[in-house]
């Protein structure tokens, strides 16, 4: 699959676009926010919705998404990217592209939380070929929880369990997360989510990451407007991994159709 046949997808996908929807950040946003930085929530996009998502991240990395929500309960799509997409020297793309695909079990109520149950196979970060798997590993089949408290705005609370098919370390632990999400004023969230790793520290030639805590993330979103949310990531705060803490950008578009 090309990268140029993706993005054309994309943009012909937007001609069908109608409604505007506020971003995903802030008390006044319009769309479930389906990602705390790496990991999935229980959100989901409503029937009609339709987003589109691109991340920038090292080595000149470039991921494009593109979902669509159905039923009210099931949301679906596909990703593909590469490294080196900016830049001079050859591109070096993701091997496959990536699906996603998730249900909404139940509904959020009072005294309850959302449960959402899924799969989705794209990694973050750089495709690294000789080890067959992304820098950060796919959730791969999950299930989450979301909970959302009215506090000075919002405040989400997020937890999930998954399993991961990029098991060619020999790791095949079931991983669990954790996450929160807080609303500062109408358009900007703050968010930070703590991924345990269990399914990716073994220190051996196989593995990019070393024995110890696991990965530490935090990022702030911004609704700009006209369905638009824009991210900032700071990763890996506590260096887990190898390579050390990174930054990245996300763009997220939304729209009803």
Same mark, same amino acid.
């Given at each position: 699959?090309? #990268?140029?046949?993706?993005?054309?997808?994309?943009?012909?996908?937007?001609?069908?676009?109608?409604?505007? @929807?506020?971003?995903?950040?802030?008390?006044?946003?319009?769309?479930?926010?389906?990602?705390?930085?790496?990991?999935?929530?229980?959100?989901?996009?409503?029937?009609?919705?339709?987003?589109?998502?691109?991340?920038?991240?090292?080595?000149?990395?470039?991921?494009?998404?593109?979902?669509?929500?159905?039923?009210?309960?099931?949301?679906?799509?596909?990703?593909?990217?590469?490294?080196?997409?900016?830049?001079?020297?050859? %591109?070096?793309?993701?091997?496959?592209?990536?699906?996603?695909?998730?249900?909404?079990?139940?509904?959020?109520?009072?005294?309850?939380?959302?449960?959402?149950?899924?799969?989705?196979?794209?990694?973050?970060?750089?495709? %690294?070929?000789?080890?067959?798997?992304?820098?950060?590993? !796919?959730?791969?089949? #999950?299930?989450?929880?979301?909970?959302?408290?009215?506090?000075?705005?919002?405040?989400?609370?997020?937890?999930?369990?998954?399993?991961?098919?990029?098991?060619?370390?020999?790791?095949?632990?079931?991983?669990?997360?954790?996450?929160?999400?807080?609303? *500062?004023?109408?358009?900007?969230?703050?968010?930070?989510?703590?991924?345990?790793?269990?399914?990716?520290?073994?220190?051996?030639?196989? !593995? @990019?990451?070393?024995?110890?805590?696991?990965?530490?993330?935090?990022?702030?979103?911004?609704?700009?407007?006209?369905?638009?949310?824009?991210?900032?990531?700071?990763?890996?705060? @506590?260096?887990?991994?190898?390579?050390?803490?990174?930054? !990245?950008?996300? *763009?997220?578009?939304?729209?009803?159709?």
């Amino acid at each position: 699959m090309k #990268f140029r046949t993706f993005v054309l997808v994309l943009l012909t996908s937007s001609a069908a676009f109608a409604g505007n @929807l506020n971003g995903s950040a802030g008390s006044d946003a319009g769309v479930e926010s389906r990602y705390l930085i790496d990991m999935p929530t229980a959100g989901i996009l409503h029937n009609g919705m339709i987003g589109m998502n691109v991340n920038f991240y090292e080595a000149s990395g470039v991921l494009m998404s593109l979902e669509a929500g159905a039923f009210n309960r099931l949301t679906f799509g596909l990703s593909y990217g590469g490294t080196n997409v900016i830049g001079s020297g050859p %591109v070096e793309w993701n091997k496959f592209p990536g699906v996603n695909i998730r249900f909404r079990l139940l509904d959020e109520t009072a005294g309850f939380p959302a449960i959402t149950l899924g799969y989705d196979s794209q990694g973050k970060d750089a495709y %690294v070929s000789r080890y067959d798997r992304y820098s950060y590993k !796919s959730p791969g089949f #999950f299930a989450a929880g979301s909970k959302y408290f009215s506090m000075l705005g919002y405040l989400g609370i997020h937890g999930g369990v998954n399993y991961s098919l990029e098991n060619g370390d020999g790791n095949k632990n079931l991983n669990f997360y954790v996450g929160v999400d807080k609303t *500062i004023g109408s358009d900007i969230s703050l968010v930070a989510e703590y991924n345990f790793g269990m399914n990716d520290n073994l220190a051996d030639s196989t !593995s @990019l990451a070393k024995p110890g805590p696991g990965y530490l993330n935090a990022g702030v979103k911004w609704s700009v407007g006209n369905g638009f949310t824009v991210e900032f990531d700071y990763k890996n705060i @506590l260096d887990l991994k190898k390579t050390g803490s990174l930054r !990245s950008i996300r *763009i997220e578009y939304v729209q009803s159709m």
